[in-house]
């Protein structure tokens, strides 16, 4: 039986992840172009040659803690798993997908539609959400690889980014080991990001109300997707 004071409780820690979830929304609308960069940013990036190191790591960081969709996606993909193990590989295979085709698509000048791209990272958070819900089972009676869903998405995530990149027509020297730098920040937002996810949800897992919340939680991601995919595919038609 459930009591007052644990019902209040309970009520509390729902209103402060939801709080956290609308946050990301928010942001989220705010900056539809989730791979953008500010002025700023755009300005070092175009003027800077040779090695910076350091300023490549904090931009990386930068861009995971304020990659609305990076967030939103890893979110749908550590809502249901509980075990440390199981958070870590998931998110090597998203770190893998993404660092292979950011550092492929600058170095090789791989030239992909960033509309196309990005509302292909809308449908990433789309599919996650779906697959929270349980919609694959019921629709196909089946689950899919969700492993190796997570590594696609992972290398279309990445290729958001290198298109933007090569928009900026960086300076060759020593773009390699930036590039290597831009990626240890990634993943060192990517981190700081998912530790404050985690312990919201670990949070939230010891309440009864978790499986309501669930459903609204991915309802939402699903809701954001598609916000992003309409945008995108918008932006295509149009331009």
Do not use: C
Not at 70 to 88: A, Q, S, T
Not at 95 to 123: K, P
Not at 200 to 211: A, D, G, V
């Amino acid at each position: 039986m459930i009591t007052s004071a644990e019902s209040v409780k309970s009520k509390s820690l729902e209103f402060k992840f939801i709080f956290f979830l609308a946050l990301l929304l928010l942001g989220f609308s705010a900056d539809i172009f989730a791979h953008g960069v500010d002025d700023n940013t755009r300005n070092f990036l175009l003027n800077n040659t040779g090695v910076q190191f350091v300023a490549f790591m904090y931009i990386g960081a930068k861009h995971m803690i304020t990659g609305y969709d990076h967030l939103l996606f890893l979110l749908g993909v550590i809502f249901f798993i509980f075990k440390p193990k199981d958070i870590i590989l998931y998110v090597s295979m998203f770190t893998i997908g993404h660092s292979l085709t950011l550092l492929f698509g600058v170095m090789a000048d791989i030239q992909v539609n960033a509309y196309l791209i990005d509302a292909i990272i809308g449908l990433s958070v789309v599919y996650k959400g779906f697959e929270n819900l349980g919609g694959f089972k019921t629709v196909f009676g089946r689950s899919f690889n969700t492993r190796a869903a997570v590594l696609i998405f992972g290398l279309f995530h990445g290729f958001g980014l290198a298109t933007k990149i090569q928009e900026l027509t960086l300076s060759q020297d020593g773009l390699f080991v930036n590039l290597i730098a831009f990626n240890i920040g990634v993943e060192m937002g990517q981190v700081l990001a998912l530790i404050m996810i985690v312990l919201l949800l670990n949070i939230w897992r010891k309440n009864s109300s978790f499986n309501t919340f669930a459903t609204t939680t991915n309802s939402l991601l699903m809701s954001a997707g598609f916000m992003l995919m309409g945008f995108q595919l918008t932006g295509y038609f149009i331009n």
